[in-house]
């Protein structure tokens, strides 16, 4: 069943977008084909796709490879794609921020049009959970690159560029019109490709992340109870704050701070 079949399906069924869900139906076939191909997949992966919506991403990953995982909140639209479309694919009807099973160590690629209200929680579990993932590509709000991409020292940097940092190379890829919607988001769209560098961001280094950061006006030590007695070690100042760390040293403090506990 081709996408414009798909569609019409869902409009007789009196299927509107859910503005709750940050429904955005990506339509325009030649933007599906580039977000495919920036996964560079292999028959052998185990694909995850989060938020498929009509399955316009779906349908073409699912020809590719033989292990692949869908995950969609809407009940209405993932009883679509088992039923009516009869996508080749694990269709996991679940909230995928409160989802636990769904294979995430054994992840190779994730792809989505990545919801924009919850983008930078998705984003935070996938590293936390999908380590062994080596390719993430995103359809993300462009005024989120800012933050996807920060830099220390800066306003935008926070938990998010971090650990994209920490994972690989990120890379905008291309801006997506409003007219390739429907509807069309009030927003314009960008695509991007997260390529990892191979090491894999360790357990519980996002919960320090996010600690570090939760009051930024705080010096590190006042949202990390337990950073003080190692800054020395590291060569930082007792007044430092979260947004001068660069990634590396946010890693160096998990590592020196898990080491000092092991000491204790």
Do not use: W
Request: charged share 25%; with cysteine; hydrophobic share 40%.
């Amino acid at each position: 069943m081709q996408l414009k079949e798909r569609l019409a399906l869902v409009n007789s069924k009196g299927f509107m977008p859910e503005s709750k869900f940050g429904q955005n139906f990506l339509c325009d076939e030649e933007i599906i084909g580039s977000i495919v191909g920036l996964c560079e997949l292999k028959k052998d992966d185990k694909v995850l796709e989060i938020g498929p919506g009509l399955g316009s991403i779906s349908f073409p990953i699912s020809e590719l490879t033989d292990d692949f995982t869908v995950v969609e909140i809407d009940k209405r639209l993932a009883s679509s794609l088992k039923d009516e479309f009869c996508l080749n694919a694990n269709v996991i009807t679940s909230d995928f921020l409160k989802l636990n099973d769904y294979g995430a160590d054994k992840t190779d690629v994730v792809v989505s049009n990545l919801p924009y209200y919850v983008m930078t929680d998705i984003m935070k579990k996938l590293f936390d959970e999908c380590v062994n993932a080596r390719k993430m590509v995103f359809m993300v709000e462009k005024d989120a690159l800012a933050r996807i991409m920060a830099q220390p020292g800066t306003k935008q940097y926070g938990p998010l560029s971090v650990l994209v940092s920490l994972y690989g190379d990120a890379k905008l890829e291309f801006d997506v019109p409003r007219n390739c919607f429907i509807p069309a988001p009030n927003t314009t769209s960008c695509v991007i490709s997260l390529t990892s560098g191979g090491s894999k961001i360790p357990g519980g280094f996002v919960k320090l992340v996010n600690k570090a950061f939760a009051m930024r006006r705080k010096k590190l030590v006042n949202n990390i109870k337990d950073a003080g007695p190692v800054l020395d070690k590291l060569g930082l100042d007792v007044s430092v704050r979260a947004e001068q760390l660069t990634p590396a040293q946010f890693l160096d403090l998990y590592n020196a701070i898990i080491e000092n506990a092991h000491k204790g």
